[in-house]
């Protein structure tokens, strides 16, 4: 297994890497925003983007997208293809496109929206934190990306103060402090039972 920075020669396995992305989404029956091949391919080109590869088989991927002119990043679309999951590659990938991102973009707030429970728990093991939306970017850019996902509606809802989503943020300035405690998952598992009791039995009303 390989993890390796994206280029242009890995374009090819932008449409396997869409349609996983999408089929994960209606598995989970949660908000995973929807991303199409040529926008996969053009954070490839620009190496902003991390690929796995097993032998020349598609086994996961992350990108970075940068938002406010460069003062917060983001490392969204991580996937792991069904063949490779429960091996612990997520958290792999995860760890190289952080890194990559704290490299490209040294001064920049990196962030996550997330309804996955593994995912929030990676996060804080990297130094993230639960923040409200409003600490997040303000690029409407970001915020439009979300129209793809199925609970896009909680969010204009709230008028963007919160969703099923949770908030994370790891900000560069405060990696001379003292580490903060990490969260356990089943804190992250709780907020997620509170956020869909409040909004879906709204919408079952």
């Not at 429960?86 to 309804?115: C, D, E, Y």
């Not at 809802?157 to 990490?182: A, I, S, V, Y």
Request: some cysteine.
């Amino acid at each position: 297994m390989e993890i390796v920075i994206a280029n242009k020669s890995h374009i090819v396995y932008a449409d396997i890497i869409c349609k996983t992305i999408e089929d994960a989404a209606q598995v989970r029956g949660t908000g995973i925003a929807k991303r199409k091949p040529a926008y996969v391919a053009t954070k490839m080109q620009n190496g902003n983007a991390v690929i796995a590869l097993d032998n020349g088989r598609f086994a996961g991927f992350c990108y970075i997208e940068k938002w406010g002119h460069g003062k917060f990043v983001a490392n969204s679309g991580l996937i792991v293809h069904p063949d490779f999951r429960n091996l612990g590659l997520a958290k792999q990938i995860k760890k190289v496109i952080f890194n990559h991102s704290r490299t490209k973009f040294p001064n920049a707030k990196v962030f996550s929206i997330t309804t996955g429970l593994p995912v929030m728990k990676l996060n804080s093991d990297l130094g993230y934190k639960p923040v409200t939306f409003s600490e997040l970017t303000t690029d409407q850019t970001f915020w439009d990306g979300c129209k793809t996902c199925k609970n896009y509606d909680v969010l204009t809802r709230t008028n963007r103060k919160m969703c099923l989503c949770t908030g994370m943020l790891f900000d560069p300035k405060n990696q001379n402090k003292k580490k903060p405690e990490q969260i356990k998952e089943s804190v992250f598992k709780r907020l997620k039972n509170i956020k869909q009791n409040l909004f879906l039995k709204k919408d079952k009303k």
